[in-house]
């Protein structure tokens, strides 16, 4: 089963909008969750990471907001550009372990 | 350039044929591992090696093998591949276990098993 959920699969944001992905998750043992962007015909790359000890965090128009008690946490693009359109997954692991779990992965498209 | 490359690209092939997706970094990175992206699934672990000749089984193992002799390569076998492994693989590598390292991808490698 999936142990972390992401929602919504797919998102149309007009630009200048923000654009807002969910995930949730299962593990209470998971410490570490990023957020990964993929272009198409790219890997996923590394956007921004946020550990359980802080409940925001920010690099320019991307902020990750982290509730622990829920077992969620988010991703929010401010001021969405068309150049932002990929598909992002978030993560989950333990800082410990060896395993990265994905989400199912939302694809944005930021219209102009 | 640090990257981590994957071959070929592009495979369409048919069950039972055997056939090795390579993968090679050059960040000299202890971890590597391959992932299968499938859509609405995301990217599932397959397998993930620790280092040179230390490896363990991911997510979804079946079907798959895995060697690591050298550090900088970690190619993906598919001794018997059959069509329910058509996907979208990926190999990534980071410096070193756990501890949030991030992992950088390859660029991917799309089979199609006839």
């Known amino acids: 089963q999936q142990q972390v959920k992401q929602s919504p699969q797919s998102l149309i944001v007009q630009k200048g909008g923000i654009s807002i992905i969910n995930c949730a998750y299962e593990n209470t043992a998971f410490d570490y969750f990023p957020w990964y962007q993929q272009f198409p015909g790219k890997g996923p790359a590394l956007l921004i990471a946020?550990?359980?000890?802080?409940s925001e965090k920010k690099e320019g128009r991307f902020t990750i907001s982290f509730n622990k008690s829920a077992k969620q946490f988010s991703l929010h693009i401010m001021d969405s550009q068309p150049g932002d359109s990929a598909t992002y997954f978030c993560?989950?692991?333990?800082?410990?372990?060896?395993?990265?779990?994905f989400g199912e992965g939302t694809q944005l498209t930021v219209n102009p | 350039e640090a990257q981590v490359t994957q071959n070929p690209r592009y495979l369409i092939t048919v069950t039972g044929k055997k056939l090795t997706v390579t993968c090679s970094q050059n960040?000299?990175?202890?971890?590597m591992s391959w992932y299968r992206q499938d859509p609405g699934l995301g990217l599932r672990q397959i397998y993930y090696?620790?280092?040179?000749?230390?490896?363990d089984k991911g997510d979804v193992p079946e079907g798959y093998k895995v060697s690591r002799k050298e550090k900088r390569n970690f190619p993906l076998i598919l001794e018997s591949p059959s069509p329910n492994q058509t996907s979208l693989y990926f190999c990534?590598?980071?410096?070193?276990?756990?501890?949030?390292?991030?992992?950088?991808f390859g660029d991917g490698t799309r089979l199609s098993i006839l």
């Open positions: 960040m000299n990175h202890e971890y």
């Open positions: 090696s620790m280092n040179v000749e230390v490896t």
């Open positions: 993560a989950a692991s333990e800082t410990s372990g060896s395993r990265l779990t």
């Open positions: 946020i550990r359980p000890d802080v």
């Open positions: 990534a590598s980071s410096l070193y276990r756990g501890k949030g390292q991030p992992q950088h």
